[in-house]
């Protein structure tokens, strides 16, 4: 089968991603708009650009339900500041339910009853019962398509990192304590806790 991408709609082209791309972790993004109050949303489309400086990006894609990009993008354009909160199998149900759309100004933070606690180097706030926390600056913002289907990328400069002590060994985070969930298709999750080890192989010495 080969499929042309511009021969799908946009809903068929979303399900080929979501359910190509698996698992993908989860970015718990907290944000605060231009007034203060605190948003909490879940992105999969999340992953790590570089270490020096410490990079990691998300994308907030458009709300067809909103008919606008989500509340995450206007926050952050306003507020150039946000947190990356690591989402595992204790706050799974929390973060779901942050997942639930509403109108901008509802704090996610009481919807979902996680707390909010004060970040050390930006204003924006961050989960308290999430196992890691990234405090981020805006690096910057590549915006991809603005409408149906589209979305943003955000890139954001690490200024602090919070780790809870129980899911560190030898100064590792150590995969099992810190039990990740990994995004599928649809509603779908899965447990990452079955791991194996490949070594990579040395070039062949001529």
């Known amino acids: 089968m080969r499929l042309n991408p511009e021969e799908l709609t946009n809903r068929d082209r979303y399900k080929l991603i979501i359910g190509a791309i698996v698992p993908r972790p989860i970015a718990w993004v907290s944000t605060i708009d231009a007034e203060g109050r605190p ?7 999340f992953t790590a650009v570089c270490s020096d400086p410490m990079t990691l990006l998300f994308s907030p894609g458009w709300s067809e339900l909103r008919g606008r990009m989500k509340d995450t993008l206007h926050n952050i354009r306003a507020v150039p500041e946000f947190v ?9 149900e ?9 109108d901008a100004g509802v704090d996610e933070f009481a919807w979902a009853g996680v707390t909010a606690v004060p970040s050390e180097t ?3 706030p961050r989960v308290a019962e999430a196992p890691i926390a990234f405090e981020c600056k805006l690096q910057q913002i590549v915006v991809v398509h ?7 990328v955000v890139f954001g400069e690490v200024q602090s990192i919070f780790v809870r002590d129980e899911v ?7 995969p099992i304590k810190l039990q990740p969930i990994g995004r599928m298709a649809g509603s779908g999750y899965a447990h990452i806790n079955s791991f194996f080890e490949m070594h990579r192989v040395p070039p062949p010495v001529e």
Not at 84 to 92: D, G, W
């Open 39 to 45: 948003n909490l949303a879940p992105f999969s489309f």
């Open 84 to 92: 990356i909160n690591i989402t595992n199998e204790a706050t799974a």
């Open 94 to 102: 929390a973060m779901n339910l942050t997942a639930t759309e509403f």
């Open 122 to 124: 930006i204003r924006v």
């Open 146 to 152: 603005e409408g149906p289907g589209g979305g943003a």
């Open 168 to 174: 560190v060994e030898n100064g590792r985070i150590d």
